[in-house]
Protein backbone atom coordinates (compact mmCIF):
# COMPACT_ATOMS: atom_id res chain seq x y z
CA UNK A 1 0.00 0.00 0.00
CA UNK A 2 2.68 2.09 0.84
CA UNK A 3 4.96 1.98 -2.08
CA UNK A 4 2.00 1.96 -4.27
CA UNK A 5 1.10 5.39 -2.84
CA UNK A 6 4.63 6.95 -2.87
CA UNK A 7 4.66 5.67 -6.08
CA UNK A 8 1.62 7.77 -7.46
CA UNK A 9 3.34 10.92 -5.38
CA UNK A 10 6.34 10.80 -7.63
CA UNK A 11 4.32 10.81 -10.47
CA UNK A 12 2.32 14.10 -9.77
CA UNK A 13 5.72 15.41 -8.55
CA UNK A 14 8.97 13.18 -9.58
CA UNK A 15 11.77 15.61 -8.09
CA UNK A 16 10.49 15.73 -4.50
CA UNK A 17 13.72 14.15 -3.26
CA UNK A 18 11.87 13.08 0.43
CA UNK A 19 9.42 11.20 -2.72
CA UNK A 20 11.78 9.26 -3.57
CA UNK A 21 13.69 8.52 0.02
CA UNK A 22 10.56 7.34 1.44
CA UNK A 23 9.62 4.95 -1.19
CA UNK A 24 13.18 3.53 -0.85
CA UNK A 25 12.43 3.24 2.34
CA UNK A 26 9.10 1.34 1.70
CA UNK A 27 10.76 -0.57 -1.20
CA UNK A 28 13.62 -2.22 1.54
CA UNK A 29 10.56 -2.70 4.12
CA UNK A 30 8.70 -4.68 1.32
CA UNK A 31 11.59 -6.95 0.94
CA UNK A 32 12.58 -5.26 -2.37
CA UNK A 33 16.45 -3.84 -1.65
CA UNK A 34 17.92 -3.08 -5.32
CA UNK A 35 14.70 -1.28 -6.03
CA UNK A 36 15.24 0.68 -2.10
CA UNK A 37 18.63 1.57 -3.08
CA UNK A 38 18.14 2.59 -6.51
CA UNK A 39 15.32 5.15 -5.00
CA UNK A 40 17.25 5.70 -2.02
CA UNK A 41 20.12 7.18 -4.44
CA UNK A 42 18.05 8.88 -7.06
CA UNK A 43 16.80 11.07 -3.20
CA UNK A 44 20.32 12.19 -2.63
CA UNK A 45 21.06 13.01 -6.05
CA UNK A 46 17.84 15.32 -6.12
CA UNK A 47 19.19 16.75 -2.62
CA UNK A 48 22.94 15.78 -2.03
CA UNK A 49 22.16 17.67 1.43
CA UNK A 50 19.90 14.83 2.64
CA UNK A 51 21.47 13.41 5.02
CA UNK A 52 18.58 10.69 6.37
CA UNK A 53 18.77 9.85 2.40
CA UNK A 54 22.58 9.23 2.61
CA UNK A 55 22.25 7.30 6.41
CA UNK A 56 19.20 5.11 4.82
CA UNK A 57 21.36 3.97 1.86
CA UNK A 58 24.12 3.10 3.80
CA UNK A 59 22.01 0.97 5.51
CA UNK A 60 21.10 -0.80 2.52
CA UNK A 61 24.04 -0.83 1.14
CA UNK A 62 25.65 -2.23 3.97
CA UNK A 63 22.94 -4.55 4.47
CA UNK A 64 23.96 -6.23 0.86
CA UNK A 65 27.48 -6.77 2.11
CA UNK A 66 28.59 -3.49 0.22
CA UNK A 67 30.73 -1.98 2.40
CA UNK A 68 32.54 0.45 0.53
CA UNK A 69 29.86 2.43 -0.85
CA UNK A 70 28.12 2.11 2.71
CA UNK A 71 31.02 3.45 4.71
CA UNK A 72 30.96 6.93 2.05
CA UNK A 73 27.93 7.26 2.90
CA UNK A 74 27.89 7.42 6.08
CA UNK A 75 30.63 9.77 5.87
CA UNK A 76 28.17 12.15 3.86
CA UNK A 77 25.46 11.48 6.29
CA UNK A 78 28.06 12.20 9.05
CA UNK A 79 29.77 15.42 7.25
CA UNK A 80 26.28 17.33 6.33
CA UNK A 81 24.90 16.53 9.97
CA UNK A 82 28.53 16.68 12.53
CA UNK A 83 25.89 15.50 15.19
CA UNK A 84 24.82 12.52 13.61
CA UNK A 85 25.42 10.24 16.64
CA UNK A 86 23.96 7.26 14.29
CA UNK A 87 25.94 7.68 11.62
CA UNK A 88 29.50 7.59 13.19
CA UNK A 89 28.26 4.59 14.76
CA UNK A 90 27.21 2.92 11.91
CA UNK A 91 30.21 4.03 10.19
CA UNK A 92 31.96 2.22 12.56
CA UNK A 93 30.06 -0.90 11.84
CA UNK A 94 31.34 -1.10 8.52
CA UNK A 95 34.92 -0.78 9.99
CA UNK A 96 34.70 -3.37 11.92
CA UNK A 97 33.21 -5.62 9.27
CA UNK A 98 36.22 -4.83 7.12
CA UNK A 99 38.52 -5.41 10.09
CA UNK A 100 39.66 -1.83 10.17
CA UNK A 101 39.01 -2.09 14.10
CA UNK A 102 40.71 1.37 15.26
CA UNK A 103 38.96 3.38 12.64
CA UNK A 104 35.94 1.42 13.64
CA UNK A 105 36.55 1.89 17.57
CA UNK A 106 37.28 5.96 17.23
CA UNK A 107 33.77 5.85 15.39
CA UNK A 108 31.84 4.74 17.89
CA UNK A 109 33.83 6.81 20.53
CA UNK A 110 33.07 9.81 18.30
CA UNK A 111 29.25 8.58 18.23
CA UNK A 112 29.12 8.21 22.28
CA UNK A 113 31.13 11.92 22.64
CA UNK A 114 27.83 12.96 20.90
CA UNK A 115 25.62 10.82 22.85
CA UNK A 116 27.24 9.22 26.00
CA UNK A 117 24.10 6.99 26.40
CA UNK A 118 23.60 5.63 22.92
CA UNK A 119 23.21 1.92 24.31
CA UNK A 120 24.02 0.55 20.76
CA UNK A 121 27.23 2.43 20.54
CA UNK A 122 28.04 1.29 23.77
CA UNK A 123 27.49 -2.62 22.51
CA UNK A 124 28.99 -1.65 19.32
CA UNK A 125 32.35 -0.42 20.52
CA UNK A 126 32.35 -3.07 23.21
CA UNK A 127 32.12 -5.25 19.96
CA UNK A 128 34.79 -3.71 18.14
CA UNK A 129 37.24 -3.47 21.35
CA UNK A 130 36.42 -7.73 21.91
CA UNK A 131 37.94 -8.75 18.11
CA UNK A 132 40.61 -6.10 19.57
CA UNK A 133 41.30 -8.82 22.13
CA UNK A 134 40.90 -5.90 25.09
CA UNK A 135 38.16 -8.32 26.52
CA UNK A 136 38.15 -6.43 29.86
CA UNK A 137 37.59 -3.21 28.39
CA UNK A 138 34.48 -4.53 26.12
CA UNK A 139 33.44 -5.96 29.22
CA UNK A 140 33.31 -2.55 30.59
CA UNK A 141 30.90 -1.20 28.17
CA UNK A 142 28.53 -3.27 28.24
CA UNK A 143 28.31 -2.90 32.11
CA UNK A 144 28.02 0.83 31.52
CA UNK A 145 24.69 -0.01 29.24
CA UNK A 146 23.72 -2.15 31.58
CA UNK A 147 24.38 0.42 34.24
CA UNK A 148 21.71 3.05 32.07
CA UNK A 149 19.73 -0.03 31.13
CA UNK A 150 19.52 -2.83 33.73
CA UNK A 151 17.14 -4.97 31.06
CA UNK A 152 19.00 -3.85 27.72
CA UNK A 153 19.42 -7.59 26.18
CA UNK A 154 22.73 -6.89 23.96
CA UNK A 155 24.07 -5.85 27.15
CA UNK A 156 23.55 -8.60 28.03
CA UNK A 157 24.36 -11.00 25.63
CA UNK A 158 27.51 -9.30 24.90
CA UNK A 159 28.82 -9.57 28.06
CA UNK A 160 28.23 -13.06 27.96
CA UNK A 161 30.30 -13.73 24.71
CA UNK A 162 33.21 -11.76 26.43
CA UNK A 163 32.35 -14.29 29.93
CA UNK A 164 32.53 -17.11 27.70
CA UNK A 165 35.98 -16.15 26.21
CA UNK A 166 37.32 -16.15 29.32
CA UNK A 167 36.29 -19.58 29.90
CA UNK A 168 33.52 -18.92 32.27
CA UNK A 169 30.79 -20.62 30.82
CA UNK A 170 28.41 -20.87 33.50
CA UNK A 171 28.60 -17.18 34.18
CA UNK A 172 28.11 -16.83 30.21
CA UNK A 173 24.92 -18.90 30.46
CA UNK A 174 23.45 -16.55 33.06
CA UNK A 175 24.12 -13.50 31.09
CA UNK A 176 22.54 -15.53 27.94
CA UNK A 177 19.54 -15.88 29.48
CA UNK A 178 18.90 -12.80 31.47
CA UNK A 179 19.09 -12.11 27.64
CA UNK A 180 16.61 -14.07 26.33
CA UNK A 181 14.02 -12.80 29.38
CA UNK A 182 14.56 -9.38 27.65
CA UNK A 183 13.71 -10.42 24.57
CA UNK A 184 12.59 -13.97 23.83
CA UNK A 185 13.37 -13.54 20.55
CA UNK A 186 17.24 -13.04 20.38
CA UNK A 187 18.68 -15.87 18.43
CA UNK A 188 22.07 -14.97 18.88
CA UNK A 189 21.43 -15.38 22.60
CA UNK A 190 19.65 -18.75 22.08
CA UNK A 191 21.92 -20.12 19.76
CA UNK A 192 25.20 -18.82 22.02
CA UNK A 193 23.55 -20.58 25.13
CA UNK A 194 23.10 -23.75 22.85
CA UNK A 195 27.16 -23.61 22.80
CA UNK A 196 27.55 -23.62 26.49
CA UNK A 197 25.29 -25.97 27.03
CA UNK A 198 26.45 -28.34 24.79
CA UNK A 199 30.41 -27.37 25.85
CA UNK A 200 29.18 -28.50 29.46
CA UNK A 201 27.66 -31.44 28.44
CA UNK A 202 23.85 -30.27 28.42
CA UNK A 203 22.60 -32.25 25.55
CA UNK A 204 19.18 -32.24 26.13
CA UNK A 205 18.80 -28.86 26.27
CA UNK A 206 21.51 -27.91 23.96
CA UNK A 207 20.26 -29.51 20.79
CA UNK A 208 16.93 -27.79 21.25
CA UNK A 209 18.75 -24.26 21.75
CA UNK A 210 20.82 -24.83 18.78
CA UNK A 211 18.34 -24.77 16.49
CA UNK A 212 17.85 -20.91 17.07
CA UNK A 213 20.84 -20.88 14.77
CA UNK A 214 18.58 -20.65 12.08
CA UNK A 215 17.10 -17.29 13.27
CA UNK A 216 20.57 -15.46 13.34
CA UNK A 217 21.87 -13.18 11.08
CA UNK A 218 24.61 -15.53 9.32
CA UNK A 219 22.75 -18.62 9.09
CA UNK A 220 19.37 -17.17 7.91
CA UNK A 221 21.04 -16.23 5.15
CA UNK A 222 22.04 -19.88 4.11
CA UNK A 223 19.03 -21.65 5.26
CA UNK A 224 17.91 -23.94 2.88
CA UNK A 225 13.83 -23.74 1.34
CA UNK A 226 12.66 -26.74 1.22
CA UNK A 227 8.65 -27.86 1.07
CA UNK A 228 9.78 -31.25 2.11
CA UNK A 229 9.17 -31.61 6.10
CA UNK A 230 12.29 -31.61 8.20
CA UNK A 231 13.13 -34.99 9.67
CA UNK A 232 12.50 -35.28 13.07
CA UNK A 233 13.95 -38.97 14.05
CA UNK A 234 10.84 -41.22 13.14
CA UNK A 235 11.01 -44.60 10.96
CA UNK A 236 12.16 -44.17 7.21
CA UNK A 237 9.66 -47.04 5.57
CA UNK A 238 11.62 -46.79 2.88
CA UNK A 239 11.39 -43.11 1.92
CA UNK A 240 13.96 -41.27 1.03
CA UNK A 241 16.18 -38.83 3.27
CA UNK A 242 18.37 -36.03 2.28
CA UNK A 243 21.36 -34.46 4.83
CA UNK A 244 22.74 -31.78 4.06
CA UNK A 245 25.74 -30.24 5.22
CA UNK A 246 25.29 -26.73 6.44
CA UNK A 247 28.82 -24.89 8.13
CA UNK A 248 32.71 -25.81 7.86
CA UNK A 249 34.25 -29.12 6.38
CA UNK A 250 34.84 -30.46 10.06
CA UNK A 251 31.35 -30.44 11.06
CA UNK A 252 30.35 -32.41 7.72
CA UNK A 253 32.99 -34.62 9.17
CA UNK A 254 31.83 -35.26 12.29
CA UNK A 255 27.97 -35.34 11.84
CA UNK A 256 28.70 -37.53 8.49
CA UNK A 257 28.17 -40.45 11.32
CA UNK A 258 24.75 -40.21 11.46
CA UNK A 259 23.57 -41.13 8.16
CA UNK A 260 24.16 -45.01 9.08
CA UNK A 261 21.99 -44.67 12.05
CA UNK A 262 19.26 -42.85 9.58
CA UNK A 263 19.71 -45.18 6.70
CA UNK A 264 19.29 -47.97 9.95
CA UNK A 265 15.69 -46.45 10.71
CA UNK A 266 14.70 -47.63 7.15
CA UNK A 267 15.71 -44.18 5.12
CA UNK A 268 17.10 -44.38 1.65
CA UNK A 269 19.82 -41.76 2.50
CA UNK A 270 21.79 -38.99 0.28
CA UNK A 271 23.93 -36.81 1.22
CA UNK A 272 24.70 -33.71 -0.32
CA UNK A 273 28.27 -32.40 0.92
CA UNK A 274 31.19 -29.86 -0.21
CA UNK A 275 32.68 -30.88 -3.18
CA UNK A 276 35.87 -31.60 -1.40
CA UNK A 277 34.49 -34.31 1.09
CA UNK A 278 32.30 -36.11 -1.81
CA UNK A 279 34.75 -38.91 -2.51
CA UNK A 280 35.14 -39.68 0.70
CA UNK A 281 32.07 -39.58 2.06
CA UNK A 282 31.33 -42.42 0.04
CA UNK A 283 33.48 -44.59 2.35
CA UNK A 284 30.34 -44.12 4.51
CA UNK A 285 28.18 -47.34 5.22
CA UNK A 286 24.47 -46.39 4.79
CA UNK A 287 25.15 -43.79 2.12
CA UNK A 288 23.07 -44.41 -0.88
CA UNK A 289 24.25 -41.40 -3.08
CA UNK A 290 26.84 -38.81 -2.23
CA UNK A 291 26.01 -35.70 -4.31
CA UNK A 292 27.25 -32.47 -4.03
CA UNK A 293 26.39 -28.68 -3.60
CA UNK A 294 24.90 -27.30 -7.20
CA UNK A 295 24.06 -30.72 -8.20
CA UNK A 296 20.64 -31.93 -8.67
CA UNK A 297 19.32 -33.79 -5.60
CA UNK A 298 17.11 -36.64 -6.82
CA UNK A 299 13.72 -36.61 -4.95
CA UNK A 300 13.10 -37.16 -1.39
CA UNK A 301 10.63 -36.83 1.22
CA UNK A 302 12.50 -35.38 4.38
CA UNK A 303 15.07 -33.76 4.83
CA UNK A 304 17.66 -32.43 7.57
CA UNK A 305 20.73 -30.44 7.88
CA UNK A 306 24.25 -32.12 9.34
CA UNK A 307 23.75 -30.22 12.56
CA UNK A 308 20.49 -31.25 13.60
CA UNK A 309 20.56 -34.90 13.46
CA UNK A 310 22.13 -35.14 17.41
CA UNK A 311 18.48 -33.62 18.00
CA UNK A 312 16.54 -35.96 15.38
CA UNK A 313 18.25 -38.87 17.18
CA UNK A 314 18.17 -37.51 20.74
CA UNK A 315 21.55 -37.79 21.57
CA UNK A 316 23.26 -37.53 24.67
CA UNK A 317 26.34 -37.18 26.43
CA UNK A 318 25.94 -41.17 27.01
CA UNK A 319 24.69 -41.78 24.02
CA UNK A 320 27.24 -40.11 21.51
CA UNK A 321 27.81 -42.73 18.58
CA UNK A 322 31.48 -42.97 18.98
CA UNK A 323 32.39 -46.23 16.71
CA UNK A 324 35.35 -45.60 14.74
CA UNK A 325 36.41 -45.95 12.14
CA UNK A 326 33.30 -44.83 10.11
CA UNK A 327 35.31 -43.11 7.22
CA UNK A 328 38.52 -45.01 5.46
CA UNK A 329 40.68 -43.98 2.56
CA UNK A 330 40.77 -45.89 -0.72
CA UNK A 331 42.85 -48.92 -0.22
CA UNK A 332 44.44 -48.93 -3.45
CA UNK A 333 45.43 -45.21 -3.30
CA UNK A 334 46.31 -45.84 0.32
CA UNK A 335 48.73 -48.78 -0.62
CA UNK A 336 50.47 -46.85 -3.80
CA UNK A 337 51.08 -43.61 -1.59
CA UNK A 338 52.59 -45.47 1.46
CA UNK A 339 55.60 -47.01 -1.23
CA UNK A 340 56.15 -43.21 -1.44
CA UNK A 341 55.69 -42.32 2.45
CA UNK A 342 57.99 -45.09 3.31
CA UNK A 343 60.88 -43.87 1.03
CA UNK A 344 60.66 -40.55 2.11
CA UNK A 345 60.34 -41.53 6.08
CA UNK A 346 62.31 -44.54 6.18
CA UNK A 347 61.07 -46.25 9.55
CA UNK A 348 60.17 -44.01 12.37
CA UNK A 349 56.83 -42.94 13.88
CA UNK A 350 55.32 -40.97 11.35
CA UNK A 351 53.32 -37.87 12.00
CA UNK A 352 51.05 -35.42 10.43
CA UNK A 353 50.56 -31.69 11.35
CA UNK A 354 47.99 -29.46 11.06
CA UNK A 355 48.48 -26.23 12.06
CA UNK A 356 46.05 -23.75 10.61
CA UNK A 357 42.27 -23.44 9.52
CA UNK A 358 40.08 -21.78 7.61
CA UNK A 359 41.06 -18.10 8.11
CA UNK A 360 37.16 -17.11 7.45
CA UNK A 361 36.47 -18.89 10.25
CA UNK A 362 35.60 -16.31 13.30
CA UNK A 363 37.72 -17.66 15.86
CA UNK A 364 40.71 -18.62 13.45
CA UNK A 365 43.02 -16.16 14.64
CA UNK A 366 42.63 -17.90 18.18
CA UNK A 367 42.76 -21.64 17.23
CA UNK A 368 45.61 -21.42 14.04
CA UNK A 369 49.25 -20.91 15.29
CA UNK A 370 52.30 -20.23 12.51
CA UNK A 371 54.04 -22.77 11.28
CA UNK A 372 57.46 -21.69 13.01
CA UNK A 373 55.70 -21.86 16.45
CA UNK A 374 55.97 -26.34 15.54
CA UNK A 375 59.71 -26.29 16.61
CA UNK A 376 59.47 -27.91 20.34
CA UNK A 377 57.88 -30.84 17.63
CA UNK A 378 60.31 -30.93 14.93
CA UNK A 379 63.33 -31.20 17.56
CA UNK A 380 62.18 -35.05 18.41
CA UNK A 381 64.10 -37.13 16.94
CA UNK A 382 62.88 -40.25 16.00
CA UNK A 383 60.37 -39.04 14.11
CA UNK A 384 59.47 -38.12 10.60
CA UNK A 385 56.73 -35.08 9.54
CA UNK A 386 54.42 -34.67 7.42
CA UNK A 387 52.63 -31.73 6.41
CA UNK A 388 48.72 -31.94 6.39
CA UNK A 389 48.55 -28.34 5.59
CA UNK A 390 46.86 -27.27 2.29
CA UNK A 391 47.66 -24.28 0.23
CA UNK A 392 51.25 -23.29 2.04
CA UNK A 393 54.73 -22.72 1.35
CA UNK A 394 57.14 -24.53 3.94
CA UNK A 395 60.07 -23.01 4.67
CA UNK A 396 63.44 -23.36 2.76
CA UNK A 397 65.16 -26.16 5.21
CA UNK A 398 62.23 -27.19 6.94
CA UNK A 399 62.06 -30.97 8.02
CA UNK A 400 58.52 -31.61 6.62
CA UNK A 401 57.66 -33.52 3.97
CA UNK A 402 55.36 -32.58 2.28
CA UNK A 403 53.03 -34.03 -0.13
CA UNK A 404 49.67 -31.85 0.06
CA UNK A 405 50.32 -30.31 -3.41
CA UNK A 406 49.30 -33.61 -4.78
CA UNK A 407 45.91 -33.71 -2.80
CA UNK A 408 42.98 -32.98 -4.42
CA UNK A 409 40.30 -33.69 -1.82
CA UNK A 410 39.99 -35.55 1.27
CA UNK A 411 40.17 -38.88 -0.29
CA UNK A 412 43.00 -38.08 -0.93
CA UNK A 413 43.95 -36.45 2.22
CA UNK A 414 42.90 -40.01 3.49
CA UNK A 415 45.07 -42.06 1.71
CA UNK A 416 47.91 -40.13 2.93
CA UNK A 417 46.91 -40.03 6.79
CA UNK A 418 46.23 -43.49 6.65
CA UNK A 419 49.92 -44.19 6.23
CA UNK A 420 50.70 -42.63 9.15
CA UNK A 421 50.99 -42.92 12.87
CA UNK A 422 49.64 -40.03 14.64
CA UNK A 423 48.20 -36.82 13.51
CA UNK A 424 49.18 -33.51 15.51
CA UNK A 425 46.22 -30.71 14.39
CA UNK A 426 44.81 -27.90 15.67
CA UNK A 427 40.65 -27.80 15.78
CA UNK A 428 40.32 -27.46 11.91
CA UNK A 429 38.77 -30.23 9.63
CA UNK A 430 42.41 -32.74 9.17
CA UNK A 431 41.73 -33.37 12.39
CA UNK A 432 38.39 -34.62 12.16
CA UNK A 433 38.87 -37.04 9.18
CA UNK A 434 41.95 -38.53 11.15
CA UNK A 435 39.88 -39.38 14.05
CA UNK A 436 37.02 -40.45 11.99
CA UNK A 437 39.32 -43.14 10.42
CA UNK A 438 40.37 -44.43 13.57
CA UNK A 439 43.97 -42.53 13.88
CA UNK A 440 45.57 -41.73 16.90
CA UNK A 441 44.78 -37.75 17.15
CA UNK A 442 46.20 -35.21 19.37
CA UNK A 443 44.69 -32.14 19.47
CA UNK A 444 46.02 -28.65 20.09
CA UNK A 445 43.45 -26.66 21.14
CA UNK A 446 42.56 -23.39 22.09
CA UNK A 447 41.48 -21.72 25.59
CA UNK A 448 37.94 -21.00 24.21
CA UNK A 449 37.28 -24.71 23.19
CA UNK A 450 34.63 -25.38 20.47
CA UNK A 451 31.69 -26.92 22.53
CA UNK A 452 32.19 -30.39 20.42
CA UNK A 453 35.48 -30.79 23.10
CA UNK A 454 33.33 -30.54 25.93
CA UNK A 455 35.35 -29.02 29.25
CA UNK A 456 38.25 -29.89 31.22
CA UNK A 457 38.21 -33.59 29.39
CA UNK A 458 41.61 -35.01 27.74
CA UNK A 459 39.20 -37.35 25.67
CA UNK A 460 36.53 -37.40 23.22
CA UNK A 461 32.90 -39.21 23.62
CA UNK A 462 32.99 -38.23 19.67
CA UNK A 463 36.69 -39.25 18.79
CA UNK A 464 37.62 -42.45 21.14
CA UNK A 465 41.31 -42.08 19.34
CA UNK A 466 41.32 -38.24 20.28
CA UNK A 467 44.18 -36.79 23.01
CA UNK A 468 43.01 -33.02 23.75
CA UNK A 469 45.81 -30.71 24.80
CA UNK A 470 44.10 -27.79 26.46
CA UNK A 471 45.67 -23.97 26.55
CA UNK A 472 46.12 -23.27 29.74
CA UNK A 473 45.45 -19.69 29.30
CA UNK A 474 44.43 -17.70 25.89
CA UNK A 475 46.85 -17.68 23.60
CA UNK A 476 49.56 -19.91 25.25
CA UNK A 477 50.63 -22.14 22.68
CA UNK A 478 53.78 -22.70 24.24
CA UNK A 479 52.62 -24.34 27.43
CA UNK A 480 51.00 -26.75 24.95
CA UNK A 481 53.43 -27.84 22.77
CA UNK A 482 55.97 -28.59 25.19
CA UNK A 483 54.05 -30.86 26.72
CA UNK A 484 53.00 -32.60 23.38
CA UNK A 485 57.14 -32.58 22.46
CA UNK A 486 57.57 -34.65 25.69
CA UNK A 487 54.74 -37.27 25.17
CA UNK A 488 55.99 -37.22 21.47
CA UNK A 489 59.40 -38.04 22.71
CA UNK A 490 58.57 -40.30 25.12
CA UNK A 491 56.36 -41.96 22.02
CA UNK A 492 59.36 -42.21 20.06
CA UNK A 493 60.75 -44.11 23.47
CA UNK A 494 58.17 -46.85 23.46
CA UNK A 495 58.26 -47.47 20.12
CA UNK A 496 61.52 -47.98 20.27
CA UNK A 497 61.34 -50.51 23.28
CA UNK A 498 58.82 -52.75 21.25
Known amino acids: MAVRV??????????????????GNALLQSGRPDDGIASLKRAVELDPALADGHYNLALALQDQGRLDEAALRYQAAASLRPAFAEAHDSMGTVFREQG???EAIA??????????????????????????????DAADCYLRSLAIDPAYPEGHYNLGVVLQEKGWPAAA?????????????????????????????????????????????????????????????????????????????GDTLQFCR??????????????????PLARVLRSLPGIGLVVTRGQETPAFDVHCPALSLPLALGTTLETVPGSLPYLHADAAQSAALGVRVKAAAGEPLRVGLAWAGNPTMKADLRRSLSPDRLQPLLDVAGAAFFSLQKDVSLSEGSPMIDLMGEMRDFADTAALVDNLDLVISVDTAVAHLAAAMGKPVWLLNRFDSCWRWLLDRRDSPWYPTMRIYRQPVAGDWDAILAEVGGDLAALVRARRLL
Request: charged share 25%.
Open 100 to 102: RLD
Open 173 to 249: AARYRRAIDARPSLAEAHFNLAMVMLLQGKMDEGWCEYEWRWKTRDMAKVRRGFAQPLWNGEAGGGRTLLIHAEQGL
Open 258 to 275: YAPLAAAKGFNVVFEAEL
Open 6 to 23: IGQAILAKPNVAMFHSNL
Open 107 to 136: RHRAALSLQPTFLNALSNLGTALKEKGRLD
